[in-house]
Nanobody, 116 residues
Framework: VQLQASGGGLVQTGGSLRLSCEAS????????MAWYRQAPGKQRELVAQ???????KYVDSVKGRFTISRDNAKATVYLEMNSLKPEDTAVYYC???????????WGQGTLVTVSS
């Protein structure tokens, strides 16, 4: 399984970015997907998750600003990020976990930098 994340970049405070993560998974609909991030000197944290059912959850700091979605036909998960803040600066990683399994996979990460 390979996860290819893209869409990161440099944006000003208040700006928007859309991250994409394309997965090389034939049964993509059987995988819970998530975005994590890791800021310099900090632990990796879960930002948003979308289950196979379509249910979502977010870390409190991004609620109302970020939206996770998935396109099973394209085997792709997205993270729409609006009203970006400098504290959103981090490397964002895509993660997948097959349901009813312990198998999970990480993408290579994409850097998001929000300037003040």
């Amino acid at each position: 399984v390979q996860l290819q994340a893209s869409g990161g970049g440099l944006v000003q405070t208040g700006g928007s970015l859309r991250l994409s993560c394309e997965a090389s998974i034939r049964t993509f609909s059987n995988y819970d997907m998530a975005w994590y991030r890791q800021a310099p000197g900090k632990q990796r944290e879960l930002v948003a998750q979308i289950r196979t059912s379509g249910s979502t959850k977010y870390v409190d700091s991004v609620k109302g600003r970020f939206t996770i979605s998935r396109d099973n036909a394209k085997a792709t998960v997205y993270l729409e990020m609006n009203s970006l803040k400098p504290e959103d600066t981090a490397v964002y990683y895509c993660h997948s976990r097959r349901i009813f399994s312990s198998a999970d996979y990480w993408g290579q990460g994409t850097l998001v930098t929000v300037s003040s």
